[in-house]
């Protein structure tokens, strides 16, 4: 037989496999008749009027000025309502069945968390202002505001954090580790969408780190690059799965430092005024205002052992 028609052939036969639902095994899920799947380059279009919405004249290519701000900022928010809708539809119709998919009923819910995520972007920018102010102030190379807005990894993965977490905390599922992941690309900066994290937060360098989804953060924390605040362990139940939804990450009180190159691990508690050094694997509370180094934190893991 001619080659051609065995690769033919072939080919038919691979299509054939590759088509049977069967062989999915529930890792591609079938769209229903007109249900919308999630666009990646629809979410990385609602990250950038984002960003341009809440540092105008930073992020975005159009040419703001003091004339046409508003018109810019209506044009922007119409843009992103329209955006977010559809989005948030496509996130939303993932988790139902052919008989649950009411495409009305979608839309109306929808609509109504997109409004109320516009309507928190003034109270987003005020945050991330905070988050700008932290970073300048603990860095003494930065020379301006400015310079961290444009430049700084920290900021970018932050900004894309705090929309990522008011859309989970509205209840929109998918959409935000979709926008939390493209942060995590762009940067090498892990924040889970999930994580609780107060104002004036701040992150050096930021390469490696990594914040879980249940880390809760006080206000004014500065964590150096490749932290880890993650877990140490996992429940699992009878069929030997992990139990979604337990807190299992680290609780960071006020004014915290965390030294690069740190893993917190654990439901544990870091309490306020704490420095940690670099370098250390901590398991255990840390007492309020306690300076913890690679050496002290060795001194007391001996003693722990020798009581």
Partial sequence: MNKTYQHEDKMKETVN???IESSLCHMCR????GEPLPSQDSIRSIVDICRTLLFPGFFGKDEINSYNLEYVMGLKCEKLNT???NQIIAGLALGKQEEEYDAQALKATATDMAAQFIHYLP???RIL???VC?????DPAAE???EVIYCYPAIRAIINYRIAHELMVLGVPVIPRMISEMAHSETGIDIHPGATIGEYFAIDHGTGVVIGATAIIGNNVKLYQGVTLGAKSFSYDENNNPIKGIPRHPIIGDNVIIYSNTSVLGRIHIGKNTIIGGNIWITEDVAEGEKLTQAR????LRHKQDI
């Fill in 144 to 146: 301006s505001r400015e």
């Fill in 17 to 19: 496999k590759l088509s």
């Fill in 297 to 300: 934190a060795n001194n007391i």
């Fill in 83 to 85: 955006l977010l809708i």
């Fill in 129 to 131: 202002h905070t988050d």
């Fill in 30 to 33: 079938m769209r229903l008749d």
């Fill in 134 to 138: 932290a970073i300048y102030r603990g």
């Fill in 123 to 125: 109270e987003m920018r």
